[in-house]
């Protein structure tokens, strides 16, 4: 039995385009490339754990940063190095976790 991969195809392992990352839903459909097949996601994250992760990364060290000090600038740049961190990590995770089934 050959080995599952993440983000490939189940017949195929053929490696699914990185655009499928951000149009992936929990119903979602999307085609192998390589063989033609209909896929389906078996495991997503779910939207209130990836809002969850960015709330904790942009807000808290926004606030942080604010509170110690006092700088508008500083609070805006540290939530906005969080919503990259936030985004990049998610998408990342969710890469290397989502298997496809036909």
């Not at 604010?66 to 985004?87: D, K, R």
Request: glycine share 2%; proline share 3%; hydrophobic share 45%.
């Amino acid at each position: 039995m050959p080995i599952k991969n993440s983000f490939s195809c189940d017949r195929c392992q053929a490696k699914i385009s990185i655009k499928e990352l951000f149009r992936l839903q929990r119903n979602s459909i999307t085609t192998c490339k390589s063989c033609h097949a209909t896929l389906h996601p078996n495991e997503t994250i779910s939207f209130n754990w990836a809002f969850f992760i960015g709330f904790c990364l942009t807000v808290i060290p926004a606030e942080i940063s604010f509170y110690m000090t006092n700088s508008f600038s500083i609070m805006i740049t540290a939530a906005i190095i969080g919503a990259i961190l936030a985004v990049i990590g998610i998408a990342f995770y969710t890469y290397n976790t989502t298997k496809f089934s036909s």
